[in-house]
């Protein structure tokens, strides 16, 4: 499986808030996270990096 585990980087501290993410929706500076089955977790932010190897995803809050 291909799904990824996003992380939240605030405050020089970096938190899991969301595992199996399969899409990511950016809207401006909203991103959409939607989980394998249809779970969905919106934050405002920015990609600071996207890791296909090792499936992580990290957002920086705005």
Do not use: N, P, Y
């Not at 405050?11 to 959409?32: F, L, R, S």
Request: net charge negative; glycine share 10%.
């Amino acid at each position: 499986m291909c799904e990824s585990t996003v992380f939240l980087e605030k405050g020089g501290e970096t938190e899991e808030i969301m595992k199996d993410v399969a899409k990511i929706i950016i809207d401006g500076d909203q991103m959409t996270f939607v989980g394998l089955l249809g779970e969905e977790k919106t934050i405002a932010g920015e990609l600071r990096l996207v890791d296909s190897v090792s499936h992580k995803v990290i957002v920086r809050e705005k």
